[in-house]
């Protein structure tokens, strides 16, 4: 069965970087688009940032265009997000998964918590 292991989050205020990370036992992301979500507390998971399979290209939703950077390590077979000039609504539990549908079950995901 394939795991996504979500680290990296924490606390930290605004302004602040953090930098998250995606494993997977079983699965290798080469072979997908991977995408990075988040979810606030009483609100849907949404998406905030894919990588393509082929030429790692990157897309961004508005709200973190400019200041996350998504990216592939294909020795390693991780994915991370580089989040900088976090603000308080970047408050969220992040998780990976494939995009744009979600063929994996979800991880436990890692809290970013931003404060103000």
């Known amino acids: 069965e394939v795991q996504l292991v979500e680290s990296g989050g924490g606390l930290v205020q605004a302004g602040g970087s953090l930098r998250l990370s995606c494993t997977a036992s079983?699965?290798?992301?080469?072979?997908?688009?991977i995408g990075w979500f988040r979810q606030a507390p009483g609100k849907q998971r949404e998406g905030v940032a894919c990588?393509?399979?082929?030429?790692?290209?990157?897309y961004y939703e508005d709200p973190v265009k400019g200041r996350f950077t998504i990216s592939r390590d294909l020795a390693k077979n991780m994915i991370h997000l580089q989040m900088n000039s976090l603000k308080p609504e970047d408050t969220a539990v992040y998780y990976c998964?494939?995009?744009?549908?979600?063929?994996?079950?979800w991880g436990q995901g890692t809290q970013v918590t931003v404060s103000s």
């Open positions: 990588i393509s399979r082929r030429d790692f290209s990157t």
């Open positions: 079983g699965f290798t992301f080469g072979d997908y688009a």
């Open positions: 998964n494939t995009w744009p549908t979600e063929r994996l079950s």
